[in-house]
């Protein structure tokens, strides 16, 4: 099973930006899938985006516009560029990644907290 670390979490004011970090332990050039989940306290774990082996990454609702993921190859990173916050926003954030045998695998977690 791929290892996933993530990194990049913290303290941060509404309204600032953080860009959370997510290495693996494998190659991402062929995989089925990778995305971002949170869970705040007392909630569900959600779907933040993801991408693909091909085509545009797909965000939720809540953070179009707001956040962006990108991938660099050749570091087995994808990241999570996550500007404007809210309040909301508050979480454990999860990498994921989908391998091409669709094996499932997660990270630790990191949190974010945004509070003036």
């Known amino acids: 099973q791929v290892q996933l670390v993530e990194s990049g979490g913290g303290l941060v004011q509404p309204g600032g930006s953080l860009r959370l970090s997510c290495t693996t332990s494998?190659?991402?050039?062929?995989?089925?899938?990778m995305g971002w989940y949170r869970q705040a306290p007392g909630k569900q774990r959600e779907l933040v985006g993801e991408i693909y082996r091909f085509g545009s990454p797909t965000y939720a609702d809540s953070v179009k516009g707001r956040f962006t993921i990108s991938r660099d190859n050749f570091k087995n990173t994808i990241y999570l560029q996550m500007n404007n916050l809210k309040p909301e926003d508050t979480a454990v954030y999860y990498c994921n990644l989908v391998s091409p045998d669709r094996t499932t695998s997660w990270g630790q977690g990191t949190q974010v907290t945004v509070s003036s």
């Open positions: 494998g190659s991402i050039f062929n995989i089925n899938s």
